[in-house]
Nanobody, 113 residues
């Protein structure tokens, strides 16, 4: 079993930056990929970025060039978000892939002036 704990959400003005962090605990040896999804009000949950062990990083088109994901071998994943836009407002969920998919509880990011 893997437990994910997120931190770093909050309120930021358009054009600002935030960093989200997610730490994994438990049976972390089974994790082969970590990433971030987000869900805005009234919308489906969508992939933001994923970093697999030894594989290519994936970004959503809407965040490529503004967000950067980095990881530490299935133990921690960080999402650096720059030039934030109001449409980035959402609950951001950390996810880890192992024997099953694991999810954090989510952290709210609000981009507003």
């Amino acid at each position: 079993q893997v437990h994910l704990v997120e931190s770093g959400g909050g309120l930021v003005q358009p054009g600002g930056s935030l960093t989200l962090s997610c730490a994994a605990a438990g049976t972390i040896f089974e994790i082969y990929s970590m990433g971030w999804f987000r869900q805005a009000p009234g919308k489906q949950r969508e992939l933001v970025a994923r970093i697999p062990d030894g594989g290519s990083i994936t970004y959503a088109d809407s965040v490529r060039g503004r967000f950067t994901i980095s990881g530490a071998g299935g133990k921690k994943v960080t999402l650096q978000m720059n030039n934030l836009k109001p449409e980035d407002t959402a609950v951001y969920y950390c996810t880890a892939q192992g024997g099953v998919d694991y999810w954090g509880e989510g952290t709210l990011v609000t981009v507003s002036s």
